[in-house]
């Protein structure tokens, strides 16, 4: 009954953290929709990263200190997977209903900017890009969900190797006649 509460909480933790995680995300891609400065837009999104690679770090640090027995990565991957689907949903929710004319101005500059190319455009890629913008709302929710997972998978493994517990290879026997056989003269 005890494991079972031990999970509840490790994964209640989780779920908490990764809302946290998130939250970042949430806040400055919503403030870069905002924004029409690509500059400051780019700062964000530099802010954004740092802050949730050091939150990240805050939070495996704090499990590995709490759990000893227990791998940091896998608590890292599970808080950065349950904030990729946070991420996600709220990508969609900008695109699909609150920002839905950002996917058609750029959507429309691409065009523009491929047609100013001259014949380079294949026959068909326009009623291609018009079909990827009805559903950009989507692809974007899916496209994101794995990309902030795999962003999550690195760097909780990058995180959690120096705090990793188990770098001793031998038992606590061995150690111990390895130590006594060294002063046996």
């Known amino acids: 009954m005890e494991q079972t ?3 509840n909480s490790k994964w209640g933790q989780a ?6 995680l998130a939250s970042v995300t949430v806040v400055i891609s919503t403030l870069t929709f905002l924004t029409e400065n690509s500059f400051l837009s780019g700062l964000l999104w530099l802010v954004k990263l740092v802050g949730s690679i050091w939150l990240l770090r805050i939070f495996i640090n704090h499990y590995s200190e709490e759990h000893l027995d227990e791998s940091p990565f896998g608590y890292g991957v599970v808080v950065c997977v349950l904030s990729a689907i946070v991420c996600a949903v709220w990508s969609f929710v900008e695109y699909q209903f609150l920002f839905p004319d950002a996917v058609a101005k750029a959507f429309d500059q691409a065009l523009e900017s491929l047609s100013q190319m001259g014949g380079m455009m294949p026959d068909g890629f326009e009623d291609v890009m018009l079909k990827m ?16 997972s795999l962003l999550g998978l690195l760097f909780s493994a990058i995180i959690a190797r120096p705090g990793s517990r ?3 290879v031998f ?3 061995e150690m111990k006649q390895n130590n006594d056989d060294e002063f046996n003269f």
């Open 15 to 20: 779920a908490k953290e990764g809302l946290i």
């Open 166 to 168: 188990k770098n001793n």
């Open 5 to 7: 509460t031990k999970d």
């Open 171 to 173: 038992t606590d026997e």
């Open 133 to 148: 913008e009805d559903n950009y709302a989507q692809i974007n929710c899916i496209t994101t969900f794995f990309w902030c």
